[in-house]
């Protein structure tokens, strides 16, 4: 099967969706299950799965799509490039497209081949960006901040998945104790009165974590004359906090 969409022709074997499949499956291998338990396990849920009609607005997949990381970039540069800051370091207003400093040139900065005119277009769709009158936007947030089942945050999770195995799956190939952190913190028994109160406290704490890194990889990228003259990879963290099901 081939997915199609404006810019790209990608077989759905290439997608971010099979490189998160194939790294559960991949998984599941290492951990001691065969080919036919696997086969097993994903037909069951198969089975499981109710019938839906294909949304074609979820079928944009795109070989090596980094759709995900332009969103979260062209953010971060709003608030921290001087380009697009006031005297008090605030995003100043800007027009959706044109030359810079617009919507669209933040987009083409990050990811010059994508169609940005269609990514500026979701920006306002999914409210990442807010009206400040005369025709021009301000970002709602730092944080890209996607609250419905959109084809950016379905990649933002499937690739969460493909990183978490694959730190997971590196450290332990790992001869040395140069991992890549790969940590979590649990308690059974979280008092519900406190759940509130658990959901502020991570927000904060993490939100100061993530900026400082963010910070430091924005600091460290190889961009202008270092991409001519030094390799890059692509690098970051994740953090997400969770709740379990309730004890009786």
Not at 11 to 34: C, H, M, N, W
Not at 54 to 72: H, I
Not at 142 to 153: C, K, N, V
Request: charged share 25%.
């Amino acid at each position: 099967m081939t997915v199609k969409n404006k810019n790209s022709k990608v077989p759905l074997t290439e997608s971010y969706q099979a490189k998160a499949i194939y790294s559960l499956l991949d998984f599941l291998q290492r951990s001691g299950l065969t080919k036919q338990d696997i086969m097993q396990l994903v037909e069951s849920s198969l089975r499981r799965l109710p019938h839906r009609s294909a949304d074609p607005a979820n079928l944009r997949t795109r070989k090596g799509s980094r759709v995900t990381y332009v969103v979260g970039l062209a953010l971060y540069r709003w608030h921290r490039d001087p380009d697009f800051i006031d005297a008090s370091g605030n995003p100043i207003p800007l027009a959706l497209s044109g030359r810079a400093p617009s919507v669209e040139s933040l987009i083409r900065h990050e990811k010059p081949e994508a169609s940005a005119r269609e990514l500026v277009a979701e920006f306002k769709s999914l409210r990442l960006i807010k009206p400040a009158g005369k025709g021009l936007y301000l970002p709602t947030n730092i944080a890209g901040r996607i609250r419905s089942d959109h084809p950016i945050l379905l990649e933002h999770l499937a690739n969460s998945v493909v990183r978490l195995l694959s730190t997971a799956r590196e450290n332990t190939k790992s001869k040395t104790d140069k991992t890549f952190i790969e940590r979590f913190v649990h308690v059974p028994d979280l008092k519900l009165s406190k759940v509130s109160e658990f959901r502020d406290f991570s927000n904060q704490q993490a939100s100061a974590f993530l900026a400082t890194i963010d910070d430091w990889l924005e600091s460290n990228r190889a961009i202008g004359i270092s991409a001519k003259t030094e390799k890059s990879v692509p690098a970051g963290v994740h953090a997400f906090a969770f709740l379990g099901d309730r004890n009786k």
